[in-house]
């Protein structure tokens, strides 16, 4: 909605965490269930959720059955398949939690208060982030939601170049000169987003236009996994412990 209209306030719980999981990633084909540090990738997310007192409900949307059944082993809800028009390549994230909002509200008859979305490829999430952003939107009734965020180790403001007319210019030609003379600099990693429910039934898939939180968490915690490579990265991480997950050995 407009960012000069004031949210609409409401408390936090009961909420829901969906960990969407559409079956033909071109990336990586296979990626939400392959093993990762012990578990199928999607297992980390239940497995932190599981973690998190306040979250009422978590389930999984997939359109895939073989998701499906590795989530259930995994002791996720599957209570219902993705519709085909909301799995395909080009689908935005916000139809597919508008209607996962939608289904478990008349499934279970719970008005929930708030959507918690965690991405599957982001398992490097901790519970008490979740937490934290909970503790965060609790504390300001004009925010829509929170959003990860976290500083990368390069500063675009004093780094950030592009090319024109053959020849490197600056970005931001008007930067301090001095690196540590530079503002910071947030990335949205996509460990996790909380929004209220009351803005998730209203929002357009733009939904970055609402009045947003940046939850930050620190950077080696926030890789994402959309390819091979990535995939290799994260399990190197995790098999040398430089990030430990409580829940995986």
Known sequence: HPSNVPAMSGGVDPCLAVIPARGGSKGLPGKNIRPLH?????VHSIRCAERVGRIATTIVSTDSEEIAAVARQGGGQVPFMRPPELARDDTPTMPVLQHALDAMEQYTGTRYGSLLLLEPTSPGRLPEDIEAAMAMLDADPLADGVVACSEPSFNP???GV?????????????APVRRQDVAPFLRINGALYLWRAEFVRRTPPQWITGRHRPLVIPEKRAFSIDDAWEFELADLILRNRLVTLPWSS
């Open 38 to 42: 012990g578990l199928p990738l999607i």
């Open 157 to 159: 403001r004093y780094v």
């Open 162 to 174: 592009v090319e024109r007319d053959g020849y490197l210019a600056r970005e931001f030609p008007d």
